[in-house]
């Protein structure tokens, strides 16, 4: 946690902290809009990804190419995933060692982290060559374990992203 502690305070004398919380202070309605930006954000990137892993599973839309239906959805997801970052980092850097010393933050980027590098390795892959996945059998399999894990992946970065308001109580219960 020490990497934590110093990230937090490196962040706690930033410009861009006094710059977040002038904003969530100043601007009327600026943490509500701020927060649906950020949750529509979420619906987009979990909406995309899902729908990409479901099709490589082989357990939804199965009139379309597995290729087509990531070259249609991942700009959504990559740009969602844009606005997550900033949208969520007002909230970050207003208040890093909230979230720097919540382990369920923590718990939430490591997730996150393969969750990233394995839509980036579908999205990549599936550039190379038109139908890379369906190809060959060992392809496919291939594919379906990259989205099996992504799918539980990605559950858990939700999961987490919501726990992380509710950990205080199980870390620091009144």
């Given at each position: 946690?020490?990497?934590?502690?110093?990230?937090?305070?490196?962040?706690?004398?930033?410009?861009?902290?006094?710059?977040?919380?002038?904003?969530?202070?100043?601007?009327?309605?600026?943490?509500?809009?701020?927060?649906?930006?950020?949750?529509?954000?979420?619906?987009?990137?979990?909406?995309?990804?899902?729908?990409?892993?479901?099709?490589?599973?082989?357990?939804?839309?199965?009139?379309?190419?597995?290729?087509?239906?990531?070259?249609?959805?991942?700009?959504?997801f990559w740009t969602a995933l844009v606005?997550?970052?900033?949208?969520?980092?007002?909230?970050?850097?207003?208040?890093p060692a909230r979230y720097f010393n919540?382990?369920?933050?923590?718990?939430?980027?490591?997730?996150?982290?393969?969750?990233?590098?394995?839509?980036?390795?579908?999205?990549?892959?599936?550039?190379?060559?038109?139908?890379?996945?369906?190809?060959?059998?060992?392809?496919?399999?291939?594919?379906?374990?990259?989205?099996?894990?992504?799918?539980?992946?990605?559950?858990?970065?939700?999961?987490?992203?919501?726990?992380?308001?509710?950990?205080?109580?199980?870390?620091?219960?009144?």
């Open positions: 946690m020490a990497i934590a502690d110093q990230l937090a305070s490196l962040l706690a004398d930033s410009p861009m902290r006094d710059a977040s919380l002038y904003m969530l202070r100043n601007i009327p309605g600026f943490p509500p809009i701020i927060q649906t930006i950020h949750i529509l954000a979420i619906a987009v990137v979990m909406g995309s990804i899902v729908m990409i892993d479901l099709r490589m599973l082989g357990l939804a839309v199965r009139s379309q190419q597995i290729s087509e239906m990531i070259r249609r959805l991942m700009p959504w606005t997550l970052a900033i949208s969520g980092s007002f909230f970050v850097f207003a208040r919540n382990p369920v933050f923590i718990w939430k980027f490591t997730f996150l982290l393969p969750a990233l590098i394995l839509a980036l390795v579908l999205h990549l892959l599936s550039r190379r060559e038109v139908d890379f996945w369906g190809r060959s059998g060992s392809r496919l399999l291939t594919g379906r374990l990259i989205a099996l894990t992504s799918l539980g992946l990605w559950i858990m970065v939700a999961m987490a992203g919501r726990w992380i308001a509710y950990s205080e109580y199980l870390y620091y219960p009144a």
